[in-house]
Every structure is written in C-alpha cells, then in structure tokens.
C-alpha cells in the first residue's frame, strides 16, 4: 500500500523550514544573550556589594526579558523575510544593536557601582548619548 501522507517526511520537512528560518538569526540572538547575561552577572554583584536583598522576582524579570527580547528579534526578522521583501531592511539586526546598547548601558551603571570608578560613569553617559543619537531611545526617561 503506498502512503499518500508521509509523518517521517513533514516532520523532516518542517525542522528544515525551521532551522532555515532561525539559521539568520544564531549570531543575534548570541550576542543579545551574552548581554543579557553579562548584565545579570553584574547587576548581582553589585548588589552584593551594597548588601541589597536578591529576590526571586528580579530574577524572575531577568527570564521574562529574555523571552520578550527573543520574541521581538524573531518577529523583526519574519517582518524582514516574509512580509517587506523588496528592499532588506535588517530591522532584526537593528532592534538587536538597540537591545545590546542598553544591556552595555546597564552593565556599564553596574560596573560604576562594583567599582565606584568615574571611567565608568563616563562611558555610561557617553552610552546614553549614543543610544539617543542614533536611535532617539532615552533610557534614562524609559526606566523612571
């Protein structure tokens, strides 16, 4: 008897269409997650260093921020491959540069806690003036 609907092969058919389709995507989402994690690390120890109370909670939004990054970074890219396919607009690449600029803004206001050094404090306020000149985000206006 032969098979008109094949399982073995949809789903063989489907992990390609997948991985085809995240393939793009692996550098991004490495980048945005060693950010994510370089800013977790030291958020922590900063607050060991100031003897504040860890929760569960912090950590808890630390896991919600990972999947609500990763959510926008694949919807950028299905915007970009399947939706506006005349010109490449790399909006995916764009909202993961936007992303890491305010992890390494945060890292670097965690790195001036641990240490207290000016050097910085400066590189967070050059940080800031860049994420603003370039992409119109205040991050300082957003987190109040």
Same mark, same amino acid.
């Given at each position: 008897m032969h098979k008109v609907f094949d399982l073995d092969k949809v789903w063989a058919y489907v992990a390609a269409g997948l991985i085809g389709f995240f393939e793009p995507l692996w550098? %991004?989402?490495l980048w945005f997650l060693i950010f994510v994690a370089c800013d977790t690390i030291t958020g922590i120890w900063a607050s060991v260093i100031e003897r504040k109370i860890i929760t569960s909670n912090q950590l808890r939004k630390t896991i919600v921020k990972l999947m609500m990054y990763s959510m926008t970074i694949v919807l950028c890219h299905a915007i970009d491959t399947s939706m506006i396919t005349l010109v490449d607009i790399g909006l995916a690449k764009f909202v993961s540069a936007v992303?890491?600029?305010?992890? %390494?803004y945060s890292i670097l206001e965690n790195c001036y806690r641990i240490t207290g050094n000016k050097v910085f404090k400066t590189l967070t306020q050059f940080t800031l003036k #860049? %994420? #603003?000149?370039k992409t119109g985000v205040d991050v300082e206006e957003n987190q109040k």
């Open positions: 550098v %991004l989402m992303i890491c600029g305010i992890e %390494l #860049k %994420l #603003k000149d």
